[in-house]
């Protein structure tokens, strides 16, 4: 599997963009979906995570109610749709596959990742 991010930008804070996660490969609906954050000399964190089928989803606290990932298996994409941005959700935004079939935040449960897509958040 292989991931395609993007979808970043500059946004003032309070305003929305959405990430797209493009996935080539024919077994996509068979892994769990998330996307990371990484800050400038901050360690890669977890920020929200789907299913297989969509059908549950996990978040964040930093971004929960303001964040939404949803996936469609048809496209092979996944998407995370950010509202309400803060200046501190500035980071590049990572996709990731995993095989698992538990929730995860641990980086080294993640089987494939992109390339990454930055979003800046001003004040």
């Known amino acids: 599997v292989q991931l395609q991010a993007s979808g970043g930008g500059l946004v003032q804070a309070g305003g929305s963009l959405r990430l797209s996660c493009a996935a080539s490969?024919?077994?996509?609906?068979?892994?769990?979906m998330s996307w990371f954050r990484q800050a400038p000399g901050m360690e890669r964190e977890f920020v929200a995570a789907?299913?297989?089928?969509?059908?549950?989803?996990y978040y964040a606290d930093s971004v929960k109610g303001r964040f939404t990932i949803s996936r469609d298996n048809a496209k092979n994409t996944v998407y995370l749709q950010m509202n309400s941005l803060k200046p501190e959700d500035t980071a590049v935004y990572y996709c990731?596959?995993?095989?698992?079939?538990?929730?995860?935040?641990?980086?080294?449960?993640?089987?494939?990742w992109g390339q990454g897509t930055l979003v800046t958040v001003s004040s």
């Open positions: 490969g024919r077994t996509f609906s068979m892994y769990r």
């Open positions: 789907i299913t297989w089928s969509g059908s549950s989803t």
């Open positions: 990731a596959a995993s095989r698992r079939t538990y929730w995860t935040q641990d980086t080294k449960d993640y089987d494939y």
